[in-house]
């Protein structure tokens, strides 16, 4: 065993990994799939079952994209119901909480590019 693997670069990074909070970057709203790096998208991107939900997607975008949005306004609006309800908070408070859900819906899924552009 190294000198105190447990503050090692490699094992913080294993850790985080573990955690399932990465980037969002890497992430596949259709597939609900997060890849750790871009060659591990990559290979996502080319997969069958990738291709399969993007023809799905090109059928009728329109659907899934306001589907994913009303998702998204419902689950943000019932987490500040019960966090914040007899409070005032910042959004981004809320938001931060709301992300920390790992299956939560991403912004960049919905019909709104901004946090203040949802509000």
């Known amino acids: 065993m190294g000198k105190n693997d447990?503050?090692?670069?490699?094992?913080?990074?294993?850790?985080?990994?573990?955690?399932?909070?990465?980037?969002?970057?890497?992430?596949?709203?259709?597939?609900?799939?997060?890849?750790?790096?871009?060659?591990?998208?990559k290979c996502h991107c080319m997969s069958e079952?990738?291709?399969?939900?993007?023809?799905?997607?090109?059928?009728?975008?329109d659907r899934i994209v306001s589907g994913y949005s009303e998702e998204f306004e419902r689950n943000f609006l019932d987490l500040m119901k019960r966090s914040h309800r007899f409070s005032r908070v910042a959004a981004t408070v809320v938001y931060n909480e709301f992300i920390n859900d790992r299956h939560h819906v991403h912004m960049n899924s919905t019909q709104w590019e901004t946090l203040t552009e949802f509000l």
């Open 49 to 61: 079952s990738h291709q399969r939900q993007m023809q799905i997607f090109g059928q009728n975008p």
């Open 6 to 41: 447990f503050l090692t670069p490699k094992a913080i990074a294993n850790r985080i990994k573990a955690k399932g909070l990465q980037k969002l970057r890497w992430y596949c709203q259709m597939c609900q799939k997060q890849c750790r790096d871009e060659n591990g998208f």
